[in-house]
């Protein structure tokens, strides 16, 4: 399975301010290119912080909610929550048919990809704002050596990265 790590960023590093902080900085064509390429994959992975701060499901979609206690939750049609590990929520997707997903937060859940090594692609959207201090892209710190694909700008002063991690 294909897992692209789908993420807008500060040009400081920072995916959010905090971990509620909603994601409402990041302006209508990052929404836009992000709605394609989750909708094209056809699953969402995300924490529960995530998906609190969002606070529904994505339509068109199978959102999976990684958390250590699924039972607090309800699962619906396109709504899914697990504690599986990585390995075995991208088994359990792969068992169901699918053979792409995003990878769509947070730090914490982008990590725990990381470190597995269960990510084959970054879109990265660097936005030209600065925090300070908030949420860095991963919890821990990684190692890992990137291929750049190609980049663009999304609209003046904003780029678009695409990465292969080797």
Do not use: C, Q
Not at 84 to 101: I, N, V
Not at 122 to 151: K, Q, R, W
């Amino acid at each position: 399975m294909k897992v692209t790590l789908i993420m807008a960023m500060t040009v400081d590093g920072k995916i959010a301010r905090h971990n509620t902080h909603y994601p409402d900085w990041t302006g209508k064509a990052d929404k836009r290119m992000f709605k394609e390429l989750t909708t094209d994959s056809g699953v969402v992975i995300m924490g529960s912080r995530t998906y609190s701060t969002i606070g529904k499901p994505l339509p068109n979609r199978l959102n999976v909610v990684m958390t250590r206690h699924p039972e607090r939750f309800s699962s619906g049609s396109n709504l899914m929550f697990t504690s599986f590990s990585p390995k075995e929520l991208l088994s359990h997707l792969s068992s169901m048919g699918y053979t792409k997903a995003s990878l769509t937060g947070g730090a914490t859940i982008n990590a725990l990809f990381a470190r597995d090594r269960l990510i084959d692609e970054m879109v990265l959207t660097v936005l030209p704002t600065v925090f300070g201090e908030g949420v860095s892209l991963f919890a821990e710190p990684m190692d890992a050596i990137l291929e750049l694909v190609a980049y663009r700008e999304l609209e003046p002063g904003v780029m678009v990265m695409h990465y292969r991690f080797t």
